[in-house]
């Protein structure tokens, strides 16, 4: 069996009495590009949020390389090596793009380092580099409040490459993109997917298949089914609730 | 910095009015401030420019925290007020030892209160209270001036903030710290000389305060530390700490996900603001030879804010022009019809909120983008 970097066992959260995720198992491998479909209200977001600390879990262990998460604060979490782009895109809208990206980058995180934290070419050029890939090599000195939607989900995307996390849980990626965003986000996720291991939210069947190496059905908390994409899509009770209408 | 930055951002830098402001207005300030003022006024004028001046630090501070940490604290009075009242304590007990002065000494004498404040005297305290002792000390009193109200402030404010308690009720819980403060102060008269506060000096460290020299001494001393201190605040803000805040002040959740903890950066942004106005508090009481609970409650702290809106919360230099401004408006209404004071600065508070949110930094900032576009035309 491959090296697991996430296990998530018998995981459950209930906001008064409902159960939104209900005894979830749930294992990604090391270099794995996992995605994780499901209807409205399947408790796919708040999976993600338990994982990256947002939201605390009532019952169950999430373990990140032998690592307890579910103890721990979201920017130790961070610092663990967990990375979390959310569903509508967090950017900072008053800094430039290219300090949105400076200040993912992974050092110097305490006070006083920040304060006297200086760019250095080595961070420039990660920088310049990260831009370029996703597609905003040009507009470093713009102000991210003033870049299109498709643009800061890139943006966003971009900010968690800086922070180099071995873990990247992505919510919806290509919401709100044009057909021709979609096709470069899924070249930048395969790109990107080399030497880290990414779980991807999306209701973009096509969008799925062309980058899920395995898929996670969930439904009303549970998880209904897992495996390739054609495994998935032939399977009855996932036709049913999800896939059927 | 500017040479490492890529070529994009240049053009966006140098078309950005406030950043044009706030490099010329830096020296713009400081001609004002060391030549401008000191040959135009006497020494009166002089002086109550030095007390906006000490209240500018509060202003200077406020901008670092409301405007760029979106921290609205309505207790800047509370630090404020403690450098000025140890400020006070120092000199009260350097009046209080020297015979020559008639800080109630001969009365303190004759009950056999010697080297004792006049106000314990009249209030039946007999023996000067431990904490008061280390103030015969300018050694402990400066030190402890820039050090506990900064450190009380960092743990108060961490304790609060990491208990994601943040917003309106941030201020709320500040405000109710400056009417604590200033009710402690009223009723703790043997100890701290209550309502009127402590006052009468004389000297400090030997400088007679009284004579002109020693007040356009003490006035440059102040605008040169403001300067310094609006050095420090540009210096943060420009720092990636300074992005960090801005991060905060506009997505306080995605912060935490950039692996900050923005609890412990807040707390040190208002450390720092806390350090500010206690170094205006001893300023003050050096000029205006008064610490008082007035200086110290609500209404102190909220015109401080005042300030900082009208000058724009966003510019540091604008939050020095804010309190000099409403400072002497406040003057000239109180010498002309000082009823309508508190009117005058409501009114002035609620303009400011709606039409010029960022303050006359940001109209400034309105007139010359405009001038700009109708040139490009």
Redesign the interface.
Do not use: H, W
């Given at each position: 069996m491959a090296q697991m970097i996430l296990e998530v066992e018998d995981l459950t959260v209930s906001f008064d009495g409902f159960k939104a995720v209900d005894g979830v198992n749930f294992y990604v491998e090391q270099d794995e590009l996992r995605c994780v479909i499901g209807p409205n209200g399947a408790g796919k977001t708040t999976l993600l949020d338990m994982i990256?600390?947002?939201t605390k879990p009532t019952s169950g262990t999430i373990k990140f390389n032998r690592r307890e998460l579910s103890e721990m604060?979201?920017?130790q979490i961070?610092?663990a090596g967990v990375?979390?782009k959310?569903q509508n895109p967090?950017?900072?809208?008053?800094?430039?793009v290219?300090?949105n990206l400076?200040?993912?980058y992974?050092r110097?995180?305490?006070?006083l380092g920040?304060?006297?934290?200086?760019?250095s070419?080595e961070i420039?050029g990660k920088i310049?580099s990260v831009a370029h890939q996703i597609y905003l090599g040009?507009?470093?000195?713009?102000k991210a409040g003033l870049l299109s939607h498709g643009q800061k989900q890139w943006l966003e995307i971009g900010?968690l490459l800086m922070?180099d996390p071995e873990l990247l849980l992505l919510d919806e990626p290509v919401a709100g993109m044009s057909p021709r965003e979609r096709e470069q986000t899924a070249v930048l996720l395969n790109a990107i997917s080399k030497g880290r291991s990414i779980v991807v939210i999306e209701h973009d069947m096509a969008f799925v298949r062309m980058i899920a190496h395995k898929v996670t059905v969930l439904h009303q908390g549970k998880l209904l089914a897992e495996g390739t994409m054609d495994q998935v899509q032939s399977d009855e009770r996932v036709i049913e609730v999800y896939l059927g209408h | 910095?500017e040479n490492?930055?890529?070529?994009?951002?240049?053009?966006?830098?140098k078309k950005s009015p406030l950043a044009l402001m706030e490099r010329w207005g830096w020296l713009i300030l400081a001609v004002l401030l060391l030549v401008v003022l000191p040959l135009w006024l006497d020494v009166f004028r002089l002086t109550l420019a030095a007390k906006y001046l000490s209240l500018g630090f509060c202003a200077v501070g406020l901008v670092l925290i409301w405007g760029y940490g979106g921290i609205l604290s309505l207790g800047q009075g509370v630090f404020f007020g403690l450098g000025s009242y140890m400020m006070a304590m120092f000199l009260k007990l350097e009046a209080a030892s020297n015979p020559d002065s008639s800080s109630g000494t001969a009365l303190s004498a004759f009950f056999g209160g010697e080297g004792m404040p006049d106000f314990m005297v009249w209030n039946s305290v007999e023996v000067l209270p431990w904490w008061w002792e280390p103030f015969h000390h300018v050694g402990f009193t400066i030190p402890a001036i820039l050090l506990i109200p900064a450190l009380s402030a960092f743990v108060f404010s961490y304790a609060v903030f990491r208990k994601r308690v943040g917003g309106v009720y941030f201020s709320i819980i500040t405000l109710a710290l400056s009417a604590i403060l200033a009710i402690m102060i009223i009723g703790q008269q043997g100890y701290t000389g209550g309502v009127n506060g402590i006052n009468d000096f004389r000297t400090f460290m030997g400088l007679d305060l009284n004579n002109d020299k020693a007040k356009h001494v003490m006035y440059f001393i102040t605008v040169v530390t403001l300067l310094g201190v609006v050095g420090i605040g540009t210096f943060?803000l420009r720092?990636?700490?300074g992005?960090?805040l801005?991060?905060i002040r506009?997505?306080e959740?995605?912060v935490?996900?950039?692996?900050?903890?923005p609890a412990?950066?807040k707390a040190?942004i208002y450390a720092v603001a806390a350090l500010f106005s206690a170094i205006g508090g001893a300023l003050f009481t050096i000029q205006v030879g008064l610490a008082s609970p007035s200086l110290v409650g609500i209404v102190p702290s909220v015109e401080m804010v005042i300030y900082a809106a009208v000058g724009g919360r966003l510019s540091l230099i604008g939050a020095v022009y804010g309190s000099l401004i409403v400072g002497s408006a406040k003057t000239l209404f109180s010498e002309n019809f000082v009823e309508y004071w508190m009117y005058f600065i409501g009114g002035l508070f609620v303009f400011v909120v709606m039409f010029l949110p960022e303050g006359l930094a940001g109209l400034l900032a309105r007139l010359r983008e405009g001038k700009n576009r109708r040139e490009n035309v």
């Open positions: 990256c600390g947002k604060l979201e920017y961070t610092r990375g979390r959310f967090s950017v900072y809208e008053d800094l430039t290219l300090e400076e200040i993912s992974p110097k995180r305490n006070v920040s304060l006297f934290f200086r760019r070419s420039q310049e040009d507009s470093l000195g713009m900010m922070q | 910095m490492v930055l890529p070529a994009a951002a240049a053009p966006a830098a943060i720092s990636r700490l992005k960090i801005v991060a506009d997505r959740d995605r935490r996900f950039s692996g900050y903890d412990m950066f040190f």
